[in-house]
């Protein structure tokens, strides 16, 4: 048995009883990497202390890709939060069409994107890169499913493929969420030869329940035998919650990316 993927998972979704740098340690403990979302909302001292591989988090508060004032909220929100990145050692920086509201419903919702928005989104996002660059960081930019985010510009997986490609710069990758990518379009393992050449990060959930492989309906022991084959070496968070004790789920997990 071999281990070919760095695996990671998000601790904002796990031990909901537990304080976070609680969660960031035991994952810790158990040689995971750490996701994360919104960082006002913890003790950044506390987590700095731990010494975990932080894989991910959100790379922005607030703002939006595809208007200029949403750009510019977005461009000073990433600024602030790079900083904060940096002194956690965070591998990736995360964003979205939109910003999401309580419930992951989009802030900005627009059931047509207009060719104006995307070639603003392309610009936003170039801007973003210049800022990456400038920081020595790199950002990722996730698919959304539109059932769970209803009206999120720029949220399928194809539309998210078509802007990293399009820009096609290091400091802007795909962050994959296969959960989103089941939802929305299926046909998971050709999706991810797709966007192979842009992934920054796999994330993943079983569906329905968005709750660790093996939950539900995706093979996702094939799905990790795909990444492997087509020679995807990077990492793979489970951003899911656990369908009924935490470590077991994160056992789950585990066992289905070992191959």
Request: aromatic content about 8%; charged content about 25%.
């Amino acid at each position: 048995m071999s281990q070919p993927f760095q695996l990671a998972a998000c601790a904002e979704m796990l031990w909901l009883d537990k304080p976070m740098h609680w969660r960031v340690e035991r994952l810790t403990e158990m040689g995971l990497g750490v996701g994360l979302w919104n960082w006002p909302e913890w003790d950044l001292d506390k987590l700095d202390r731990v010494g975990a591989n932080f894989t991910i988090m959100n790379g922005y508060l607030e703002g939006r890709l595809a208007d200029d004032h949403g750009a510019d909220m977005l461009l000073k929100s990433a600024r602030e939060t790079v900083q904060i990145g940096k002194r956690l050692g965070v591998d990736r920086l995360n964003l979205h069409g939109t910003g999401l509201g309580d419930g992951g419903i989009p802030i900005w919702q627009h059931d047509t994107v207009t060719g104006n928005m995307w070639l603003k989104a392309q610009d936003t996002l170039n801007r973003i890169c210049d800022l990456a660059e400038e920081e020595s960081v790199v950002f990722t930019l996730e698919n959304l499913n539109l059932l769970d985010h209803p009206g999120c510009p720029f949220g399928s997986t194809a539309d998210v493929l078509a802007l990293v490609s399009a820009i096609d710069r290091p400091q802007l990758r795909i962050n994959l969420d296969l959960y989103h990518t089941q939802i929305g379009e299926g046909d998971l393992i050709r999706w991810c030869e797709k966007c192979l050449p842009w992934i920054g990060e796999v994330q993943v959930a079983d569906n329905p329940g968005r709750c660790e492989p093996g939950s539900g309906e995706v093979n996702y022991v094939a799905v990790a035998r795909a990444l492997n084959d087509m020679g995807y070496r990077g990492p793979v968070g489970m951003e899911a919650f656990a369908a009924g004790d935490p470590e077991e789920a994160l056992e789950a997990f585990q066992s289905a990316f070992t191959l």
